[in-house]
């Protein structure tokens, strides 16, 4: 073994592990365990990527600002202080390295997304728990978590993998009782599928404040997580901040040339939205028939609970769907091992896991 050992913070981390394999046999597979977009991408996207082709002997922008002048006009925002990386994953670990001192404290919720604590050790920081109430974050959960040694706080909205959110207010609520040199994150990954009035991404508290940034992705409504694509909006400074540590070619130019295309596609984008808000209800209907509560989201992903009974378990059902190659998520990493997260795929994916998931209760199959 090496005698050079990695920073005491990272002895402790627990690694991020998805779960994108999985099947059983060969032959189509049913993947509802990453929440990607159930669509795919834009074929405008796609047809962008083609054109690049000549040019991938060069390294791509470093600022990209063809893609951030789209996305700035897309949002009604200033694309000075968008800021690109490769998934919005690579923006929250710079975040840390760029705001957190050994020793610095990070808040991030119960049920969180758990890059969040993995980042905020890597760059020596201390992840902080704050817990939710009922499957929902609670504000003021975090509000007694801070300390003198908070520097930031992560707020998932919609949050993974509850996919239950809090309305504006609350986040209103949230700044207002952190103290000026708290960062505020808002992940907004999954902003696009909400359909709440009295939701906001985060823009408007990013344009009303110096402590607020706000994180979005391709990888969700524009299904294109295979592309590695993010952006964080913040003041300026820490965006220039942000430009100046992360890599310089961290964005590749095949996700500048699709993301300009995604973002300018606004038939896709509905066509997209329209397909969630036809197959959740839908499938949060049939799973209601079967006996399997669903937590209300707001999302394209919802989570699903399982009895305790013996061969009914959710990490029973996650491995029944696994023999069909059907691709769940088991949720024993966030704390909630009696549920599995699926993602919305397409009516005849939603049609085949009702029916696998009726065969595995041994009930009637809904009639769809
Ligand atoms: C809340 C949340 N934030 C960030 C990400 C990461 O997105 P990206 O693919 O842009 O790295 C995810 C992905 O699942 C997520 O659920």
């Known amino acids: 073994m090496s005698t050079i050992k990695p920073?005491?913070?990272?002895?402790?981390?627990?690694?991020?592990?998805?779960?994108?394999?999985?099947?059983?046999?060969?032959?189509?597979?049913?993947?509802?365990?990453?929440?990607?977009?159930?669509?795919?991408?834009?074929?405008?996207?796609?047809?962008?990527?083609?054109?690049?082709?000549?040019?991938?002997?060069?390294?791509?922008?470093?600022?990209?600002?063809?893609?951030?002048?789209?996305?700035?006009?897309?949002?009604?925002?200033?694309?000075?202080?968008?800021?690109?990386?490769?998934?919005?994953?690579?923006?929250?670990?710079?975040l840390c390295l760029a705001y957190l001192e050994p020793g610095d404290e990070a808040i991030y919720t119960q049920y969180g997304f758990l890059v969040y604590p993995m980042a905020t050790r890597i760059a020596g920081g201390v992840p902080v728990v704050a817990p939710d109430d009922e499957y929902t974050v609670s504000v003021d959960a975090i509000l007694k978590a801070v300390t003198e040694r908070t520097r930031m706080v992560f707020l998932a909205n919609p949050n993974n993998p509850t996919g239950t959110y809090i309305p504006q207010e609350e986040v209103k609520r949230l700044r207002a009782g952190l103290r000026d040199d708290i960062l505020l994150v808002l992940d907004a990954a999954y902003c696009e599928y909400v359909t709440k009035n009295d939701y906001d991404s985060g823009i408007e508290m990013v344009e009303n404040h110096d402590n607020v940034v706000m994180l979005r992705t391709f990888s969700k409504l524009y299904g294109m997580a295979g592309l590695r694509l993010g952006w964080a909006y913040g003041p300026k400074d820490i965006a220039a901040t942000l430009e100046s540590i992360k890599q310089p070619f961290g964005v590749n130019s095949l996700a500048i040339a699709a993301g300009i295309a995604a973002v300018e596609d606004l038939a896709f984008q509905e066509a997209v939205i329209e397909s969630n808000n036809k197959w959740l209800p839908w499938s949060a209907g049939k799973f209601a028939e079967l006996g399997l509560e669903a937590l209300p989201t707001v999302t394209n992903f919802l989570l699903l609970r399982f009895p305790e009974t013996d061969g009914k378990t959710a990490e029973a059902a996650r491995l029944f769907l696994a023999e069909r190659n059907i691709l769940v998520r088991e949720m024993g990493g966030y704390g909630v091992p009696d549920t599995v997260r699926l993602s919305i795929g397409t009516g005849e994916e939603m049609r085949e896991v009702v029916d696998a998931l009726a065969d595995f209760l041994g009930k009637e199959r809904p009639v769809s």
Do not use: W
């Open 7 to 94: 920073k005491s913070s990272i002895a402790t981390m627990v690694s991020y592990t998805p779960n994108h394999g999985g099947a059983k046999k060969p032959g189509k597979v049913i993947r509802l365990s990453a929440n990607e977009g159930a669509l795919g991408m834009s074929p405008k996207a796609l047809a962008a990527m083609h054109s690049v082709d000549p040019d991938l002997h060069r390294y791509p922008a470093v600022a990209a600002s063809r893609l951030a002048e789209a996305v700035g006009r897309r949002n009604g925002i200033d694309p000075a202080r968008i800021v690109f990386g490769c998934g919005s994953d690579e923006l929250i670990q710079v």
